[in-house]
């Protein structure tokens, strides 16, 4: 069909991984779509379990995504009847094994997009630089927002990570353009790393807090007036710098006021 008019002609297509217990799942497709999925139920009369995909060439499925793979929000919801569930089924296995231990296919994490953000956060004496990342930017602001709310946010970027079950690092120490002359940067952790499966799963329970890196930032009186530090990150699908941007303070707080 050459035109988005109903009704729409769904042809039956091999492949794809659902979790009956999950809201994701993928299918390989070449072209943009229209997929459908559906779970058939083979229990009672000795029918088939089958998991389906309904395809209509010229169509983009809005909760999918173009490429090797393609996600869609559909649930597919099966039941074994009679000898149809093959115990060998590679993907059969796979999907069982993700039910088991609650993991996230490698599919999705790979097609998955994050947010990453920089925000600032005034300490005595220094200045606080922290990096956090999470699926849901909305989610993350409504955080800091709330927690961080003196915070002052610096440019949020998207990225994938490269490594379906690896981590981002901040790497410190790199050759810089500008001179940073009379500024210390001391991240707290080294290596300072945020973990995939951390950023995924921010504001499912038992991860109330996103994963972040702090960094604390000084300036000497003689400092530069200007800091523009880059900090490339590794593990990224796509090159990714981000830059620590302060101004040299004029003045600091007291020891009166420290004290108290």
């Known amino acids: 069909m050459s035109t988005p008019s109903l009704p729409y002609l769904f042809k039956f297509v091999e492949g794809g991984e659902f979790s009956s217990n999950g809201g994701y799942g993928f299918i390989e497709r070449k072209d943009f779509c229209l997929v459908s999925i559906c779970g058939c139920d083979g229990g009672g009369g000795g029918g088939s379990t089958n998991s389906s995909s309904g395809v209509s060439p010229n169509l983009a499925d809005p909760l999918s995504e173009p490429g090797p793979s393609m ?12 000898n149809d569930a093959s115990p060998q089924d590679p993907v059969s296995q796979q999907q069982a094994e993700s039910a088991s231990t609650g993991s996230i296919p490698k599919e999705i994490l790979k097609a998955t997009t994050y947010a990453g953000l920089v925000y600032y956060e005034e300490k ?3 200045d606080q630089v922290i990096f956090t990342a999470a699926k ?4 993350l602001l409504e955080f800091i927002k709330k927690e961080h709310s003196l915070a002052e946010k610096g440019p949020h970027k998207y990225f994938r990570i490269a490594s379906p079950s690896g981590y981002i690092e901040l790497k410190f120490g790199t050759r810089q353009k500008k001179s940073f002359k009379g500024w210390t940067i001391e991240p707290h952790i080294e290596p300072c790393r945020l ?3 951390d950023i995924h799963k921010f504001g499912d329970k038992d991860y109330s807090l996103p994963p972040s890196c702090l960094i604390s930032i000084y300036s000497s009186p003689d400092a530069v007036p200007t800091l523009h530090y880059s900090v490339p990150v590794e593990g990224v699908a796509d090159l990714l710098t981000l830059y620590i941007h302060r101004s040299r303070r004029t003045a600091y707080p007291n020891a009166g006021t420290m004290s108290n």
């Not at 849901?136 to 989610?139: C, G, M, T």
């Open 124 to 126: 005595g004496v220094e």
């Open 195 to 197: 973990h995939q499966r």
């Open 136 to 139: 849901n930017l909305d989610a």
């Open 71 to 82: 996600r869609t929000r559909n649930s597919l919801s099966s039941s074994s009847g009679g």
